[in-house]
């Protein structure tokens, strides 16, 4: 059943224009910021763009409009439910309030790594035409193999990917405090730039999630600059953060959708 549950709620996202309109144009973003960067004469051999730095400049540039694509999208989730009133539909089928969550969960996650690899794959393409791939090199000292770079670029694709599960949570979750889908996803924005915005401004970036979705694909930038990158804050501030985000937004979702009256 949860299986069933899942797909149609994949189903539902996919049938709509929204998820294609938004991954449009955050791909055009990422394209234009890539041929823009790239395409601009270096004035130095300092300042010449490696391929991994404009891959990850591009796709960095990408993910920042694709959060708020998640969250317009997982806003939606429930208030579009609520406000055509097909949330009814739930009492006469053979599921429990807490299997919607998850699948509406997955099947907003599943389109964010769809999101995530649509990007990375256009930023791969887009480097190897504008300037190509190979070993970093800096004043003719090798610093990165070909090989090493593409391990480190799966690497902050991985952590990227985890970083998105409480987004999709904590997109869903307004969905479910508002009658009006309008009203959801302003909200949910308003919450995302605010959130993010105050952790960097307070300088206390690694205790939101936010901050951490960016810090990966930042490390490549690094790398392909030549210059000293690090895992090890993704790997314990990162990921520990997210797995505490994810449980408490999921969690909190859950409990709000069982407390709810939906027979009205």
């Known amino acids: 059943m949860i299986v069933e549950l ?23 973003v990422e394209a234009a910021y890539m041929m823009a960067i790239g395409l601009t ?6 300042h010449v763009v490696t ?3 404009l891959f990850a400049e591009g796709v960095g540039w990408g993910l920042r409009f694709g959060v708020y694509m998640l969250l317009v999208l997982g806003a939606m989730g429930f208030s579009q439910e609520f406000a055509l009133g097909t949330v009814k539909t739930v009492l006469i089928l053979p599921i429990r309030r807490h299997q919607w969550v998850a699948a509406k969960l997955a099947a907003l ?3 964010a790594w769809g999101m995530l690899l649509a990007s990375v794959v256009l930023g791969i393409v887009l480097a190897a035409v504008i300037v190509g791939w190979g070993d970093v090199v800096r004043s003719g000292v090798l610093l990165y193999s070909l090989g090493q770079v593409w391990s480190h670029l799966l690497t902050a694709t991985g952590l990227t ?7 999709c949570a904590f997109a869903l979750l307004a969905g479910v405090y508002f009658n009006s ?7 949910t924005l308003v919450l995302g730039i ?4 105050a952790a960097e401004m307070l300088d206390q970036g690694r205790w939101v999630f936010f901050h951490h979705l960016h810090v ?5 930038v690094k790398l392909g600059k030549g210059l000293p990158f690090r895992w090890e804050d993704s790997l314990t501030w990162g990921l520990a953060v997210g797995a505490v985000t994810f449980a408490v937004f999921a969690g909190w979702l859950t409990v709000r959708l069982q407390r709810m009256d939906i027979t009205e």
């Open 109 to 111: 996650i599943v389109l």
């Open 51 to 53: 391929a991994p730095q």
């Open 216 to 220: 990966p694909f930042g490390q490549i």
């Open 6 to 28: 899942c797909r149609q709620e994949g189903i539902k996202l996919l049938t709509q224009k929204y998820p294609y309109l938004l991954l449009g144009i955050v791909l055009a």
């Open 41 to 46: 004469p270096a004035k130095t051999s300092l």
């Open 181 to 187: 889908s309008g009203a959801a996803v302003g909200v």
């Open 194 to 197: 605010v959130v993010e915005s």
């Open 161 to 167: 990917a985890l970083f998105l599960l409480p987004v």
